[in-house]
């Protein structure tokens, strides 16, 4: 995870949101802000790669950081490592840019994990992306129970933002109907990548249950009104310009965590 890649994101952005929290814990409702890095891997140094990767959140854990990270590798897609960071705001952000710049022996040695990075990755996208609540569906996972992630990519054509937002209710609606427990979380990029774009994430426990989320999909569309059903094939034919979905593991070496959720289950946060 690379601390540098947020200082130049960042410094440029202001949404002008009160100052708030710092991140002191995993998110337990939606997070108004996250910063996604997405590291590209050299093709056979996965395994290096989350290796030398882990020397990242122990060097946080010795300083004793609090700004906390999910990451999580590519299962589907292009082999990738995303590190998912929660934020309050920009003002947090800054925040913790500043902690870090002035604990020196964290920063030396962020600076000598971040020479070694470049042994197995080919290049690094930094993007922030902000909550869409109105958009957003279901009760938030328990992030330390949460093993898998989907996250869908949706790039729209410019000016029908609008119409997009039309049909992620109707969507919304109908998944609803189709399993009450129905739950995944939308942001909108506003760095980082071309927009407009659009992200939804959803997660699960077991991978298993992939093939619920399928027949719950199945019943979706089958039980979707005239009217839902409209609206998402006006979006789909005339503002939609790609969909991609893809689907992590979450690694728990790779991550940065609040000692009680390693303890939670430490077979997994600790283990080998």
Not at 4 to 30: E, F, H, I, W
Not at 98 to 104: A, F, T, V, W
Not at 129 to 157: C, E
Not at 207 to 215: E, L, V
Request: hydrophobic letters at 40%; a neutral charge; aromatic letters at 10%.
């Amino acid at each position: 995870m690379k601390p540098c890649a947020l200082l130049v994101l960042c410094s440029s952005l202001v949404l002008g949101s009160p100052c708030g929290a710092l991140a002191q814990a995993l998110p337990k409702t939606q997070p108004k802000l996250l910063t996604i890095i997405r590291e590209s891997i050299k093709p056979g140094r996965a395994a290096e790669h989350a290796k030398h990767e882990a020397g990242w959140p122990a060097a946080y854990e010795k300083a004793r950081s609090p700004d906390y990270y999910i990451a999580m590798t590519s299962l589907t897609g292009p082999s990738e490592a995303w590190y998912v960071i929660s934020w309050e705001n920009h003002a947090a952000i800054g925040e913790s840019m500043k902690r870090d710049d002035s604990d020196e022996n964290l920063s030396k040695a962020l600076d000598e994990l971040a020479k070694k990075d470049a042994e197995y990755i080919n290049d690094i996208r930094t993007i922030q992306a902000m909550a869409m609540p109105d958009l957003t569906i279901g009760k938030f996972p328990d992030m330390a129970k949460v093993r898998f992630f989907q996250v869908m990519t949706l790039r729209v054509r410019p000016g029908f933002e609008t119409l997009f937002e039309q049909a992620a209710k109707a969507y919304g609606a109908a998944a609803r109907r189709a399993n009450p427990d129905a739950s995944y979380r939308v942001y909108a990029v506003i760095a980082g990548m071309p927009g407009p774009t659009f992200l939804v994430f959803s997660t699960v426990e077991s991978y298993a249950d992939f093939d619920a989320r399928m027949r719950d999909g199945e019943a979706l569309w089958k039980g979707a009104s005239t009217e839902e059903l409209e609206i998402l094939n006006k979006f789909a034919t005339q503002g939609l310009v790609e969909t991609e979905v893809n689907r992590f593991r979450l690694d728990p070496r790779q991550s940065y965590v609040p000692k009680e959720t390693r303890d939670s289950d430490p077979g997994f946060w600790k283990g080998k």
